[in-house]
Nanobody, 121 residues
Framework: QVQLVESGGGLVQAGGSLRLSCAASGIFFTINRMGWYRQAPGKQRELVGAISSVGSTEYADSVKGRFTISRDSAKNTVYLQMNSLKPEDTNVYYC???????????????WGQGTQVTVSL
């Protein structure tokens, strides 16, 4: 079984910064795409940013220029550097990763437990 453990959430004032981390553990062959999503109460989960195994990135329009996603493949960890935070960034942030559990098998997606980010005025 694989596991994704997030850390780095918390309370920050508007204009501040936070860095989220998500570490993958368990038994698997490789990790393909890794990403961060967020979900506010009563709303659908939305993509914040994602990064492929070769480093290609994509971002939601609302965070472009403020958030940066990166990964350390040796540590099986993905990061989300969040700068110039706004109150509307307040959400639960979820890590997602697509694993290949063993050679020749198809991809399987897993979610982390979520970490709260709160941005105050």
């Amino acid at each position: 079984q694989v596991q994704l453990v997030e850390s780095g959430g918390g309370l920050v004032q508007a204009g501040g910064s936070l860095r989220l981390s998500c570490a993958a553990s368990g038994i698997f062959f490789t990790i393909n795409r890794m990403g961060w999503y967020r979900q506010a109460p009563g709303k659908q989960r939305e993509l914040v940013g994602a990064i492929s195994s070769v480093g290609s990135t994509e971002y939601a329009d609302s965070v472009k220029g403020r958030f940066t996603i990166s990964r350390d493949s040796a540590k099986n960890t993905v990061y989300l550097q969040m700068n110039s935070l706004k109150p509307e960034d307040t959400n639960v942030y979820y890590c997602h990763a697509v694993f290949i559990l063993s050679a020749g098998r198809g991809p399987n997606g897993y979610w982390g437990q979520g970490t709260q980010v709160t941005v105050s005025l």
